[in-house]
């Protein structure tokens, strides 16, 4: 099963250019006040439209699978205001998170 996410963005081109700085995403122009990122075996999709009348805003991380987060998070440096650093968590799982240009949390974790 996919899953594909509908988030809100204030800026359609400040958020392009973001997501085609950041290693292992494609970012593409889709119907309407809206852009397509997918990478890492997701799919986003982020509208100018304000749909939910609030702004951006998730309670909540999106994690994205990768096969060496060592690389991911050497490729990420300067690209992205980190959220928390590289490091081996308690539940056994070696990630990092970054800060996207929107204010939503994207972790990237060690997958096989």
Known sequence: MALTLLLRCTDL???RAFYTALPGFSVAPSTGDTLTITGHGARVVFTAADLWHRAPTLTGTLYFTVPDIDAVFVETQGR??????LQDMPYGAREFGIVDCNGYILAFQQGA
């Not at 992205?80 to 650093?85: F, I, V």
């Open 13 to 15: 081109e400040r958020t």
């Open 80 to 85: 992205a205001q980190l959220a928390w650093t």
